[in-house]
Each structure stands twice: as C-alpha cells, then as structure tokens.
C-alpha cells in the first residue's frame, strides 16, 4: 500500500496545500487543495474518497475533482464515504445546482457520476485489497479518523480531533499498526484556542500518546502555516521516546 501526500497543512499559502492522502492510485482520504497538483490522468483514476469531516480544508478539491471525473460514459463512479452529517453538507451547501452542479444526478438520476456512502464509527469497508476501517473522533463537527489495512499491516489517520476517548483503544486494538498520522494544528501557546476549534495541541496529544501501547512511526499532520517548526519542536520535547516526523507535501508512505 503506497501512501501519497498531496496535501498535510492546516492553510494555504506558499506552497502549502490542504489534507489529502492518496492511498495507492484509487482511492483518496480528504479532498483538501492538496488534489490540485495531480496530473489529469491520476484525478481520473480516483474512484473512492473517504472524508473525515465536512470542513473546508478538507473538501475544497471534491467539486472539481468529480468534475474532472465525470464523463457520460464512465465506468466505475466516484463513491464518497463520510457520516451521515457529511453527506448532508455535501449535498445541501455543495453539490446543490447553485455552488456546484449536483453531480448526485448527472449525468443522470439512475446512473450518476457520484455516489454517496454512509459511513459510521466502527464501520469496515473494503476496497480492493484494503479495509478502511471508520473510527470517532472528537472535533467541532462530526468527524471521523480510519485505520486502513492491507496484507502488510495497518495506517492509521486522525482526521481533525481534539482529546478523545474514542481513538486510542482502537489503535491499541490494530495489529501491525505501522503508522499514525495525527493532527496537531496548534502549539502550545495557542492550547485554549486548540480546544475551543476541536484540535490537538503538543500537551493534549502527548497525553493521549501516553495511551498508546503500539509503537507507529508518527507523523505530524495539520499544523498550521509557519508554526510546523515550533509545533514539531514541542511535541518531540514532550515525546522524546516515540518516532516523531513532520509530514509534508510529497511524503510517499508506505505500509
Ligand atoms: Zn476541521
């Protein structure tokens, strides 16, 4: 399983590009900005897009990706799995005739382009060779992390979240978990405003690493645009015995 980072900040700005992971060259974990810089070729092999939450930075490429895709002729739609919440948005704020063409019915109502999936906390999907796995996380709106799982073993991804009681027994549970990417958008300084906007800061996220039984090589997601330094810094002072890295765009993982 080939992880690519298309997309790993919490903005936009030079260079940055908002979350997307391409997991080998169908399926995508968030349609953040990120989606933008593939070749036409790979925007049209996409046809699985997890979402974690209906957050902007997470969704902006989402239009414009099923607009790339669609085709009167097509095979295989784009199937987007999200909460029930998500969708919803999607289709009440997005694909709405007035934003964007709702591409639910087109190019037509029997056989669309776009098809939504609902996807619950403990929800298994497969997806060729690989289980995405849906786990609930704890953010401002309803959101969702996955754990994703081939023969090889298991990554895991937070999506946006703040302390919870909810992820870490189902990493504790994941054998052969061999990567943690994990949202801190925050430092330290900024730990009421992590809370209030539903994120992780350095201090809350080393205290729930201390639950942690497994040990994943971790990396960094969703900081926000010039305070990845200060933020790393801050969470290997507080981790020193973890495998801590900066994701950036263009990490190609693999599991
Ligand atoms: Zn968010």
């Known amino acids: 399983m080939r992880i690519r980072v298309l997309g790993c900040?919490?903005?936009?700005?030079?260079?940055?590009?908002?979350?997307?992971?391409l997991v080998d060259d169908d399926v995508l974990i968030d349609a953040g900005t990120g989606v933008g810089d593939?070749?036409?070729s790979d925007l049209r092999s996409i046809r699985h897009v997890f979402l974690t939450h209906a957050h902007l930075d997470h969704i902006a490429g989402l239009?414009?990706?099923?607009?790339t895709a669609f085709d009167t002729s097509f095979e295989t739609p784009v199937t987007v799995y999200a909460r029930p919440e998500t969708l919803d948005a999607l289709k009440s704020h997005l694909f709405n005739d007035v934003i964007w063409p709702d591409f639910g019915r087109l190019p037509s109502a029997d056989n669309p382009i776009l098809r939504y999936s609902v996807c619950e906390p403990g929800d298994r999907i497969?997806?060729?060779?690989r289980e995405f796995h849906a786990v609930d996380v704890r953010h401002s709106v309803p959101s969702l992390g996955y754990t994703v799982r081939n023969s090889n073993g298991a990554f895991a991804i937070s999506g946006d979240t703040k302390s919870n009681q909810t992820l870490w027994p189902v990493?504790?549970?994941c054998e052969q978990l061999k990567l943690l990417v994990i949202e801190v958008s925050f430092p330290d300084e900024l730990q009421q405003l992590a809370s209030e906007a539903g994120h992780y800061c350095p201090s809350t996220l080393a205290r729930d690493l201390a639950r942690l039984r497994q040990d994943p090589v971790i990396w960094l997601t969703g900081m926000k645009p010039g305070e990845e330094g200060r933020i790393f810094e801050q969470?290997?002072?507080l981790v020193p015995e973890r495998q801590v890295h900066m994701l950036s765009r263009g990490t190609v993982l693999s599991v």
């Open 126 to 129: 497969s997806v060729g060779q």
């Open 9 to 21: 900040s919490g903005g936009i700005g030079a260079g940055a590009r908002t979350s997307a992971l």
């Open 38 to 40: 593939l070749a036409l």
């Open 171 to 173: 990493l504790n549970a």
């Open 63 to 67: 239009p414009m990706l099923v607009d």
């Open 235 to 237: 969470v290997v002072r």
